[in-house]
């Protein structure tokens, strides 16, 4: 069964920094190669949201819009960890963040989180203006 586990949420002011990692175990196959991994969020009162995912073994990377040039995803193979590091903080982005995977490919249903079966228990975010 895969476990993943996420830390480094925390306050931050506007136009701050913060770097999120997610540790996975428990996985049979190559996680780096095999499963599709991505970053969501969800604010309070709102759904959740897909913000950044990192396709098998590297092969697609893709941000949602309002992220786009602010936030960076990215996998440190060595440590089975997958990293979003968030800069240019502003108040929209506080949310809950999650880190979710999926055996495969994701392709074009990089965003649909009924794909991703695998999930963490969400890390808090929250940036002050």
């Known amino acids: 069964q895969v476990q993943l586990v996420e830390s480094g949420g925390g306050s931050v002011q506007a136009g701050g920094s913060l770097r999120l990692s997610c540790t996975a175990s428990g996985y049979s196959s190559s996680w780096y190669g095999t499963y599709c991994k991505g970053w969501f969020r969800q604010a309070q009162g709102k759904e959740r949201e897909w913000v950044a995912v990192l396709d098998t073994g590297g092969s697609s990377i893709y941000y949602t819009d309002s992220v786009k040039g602010r936030f960076t995803i990215s996998q440190d193979n060595a440590k089975n960890t997958l990293y979003l590091q968030m800069n240019s903080l502003n108040p929209e982005d506080t949310a809950v963040y999650y880190c979710?995977?999926?055996?495969?490919?994701?392709?074009?249903?990089?965003?649909?989180?009924?794909?991703?079966?695998?999930w963490g228990q969400g890390t808090q975010v929250t940036v002050s203006s």
């Open positions: 979710a995977s999926n055996i495969g490919y994701c392709g074009s249903r990089y965003s649909a989180q009924s794909d991703f079966r695998y």
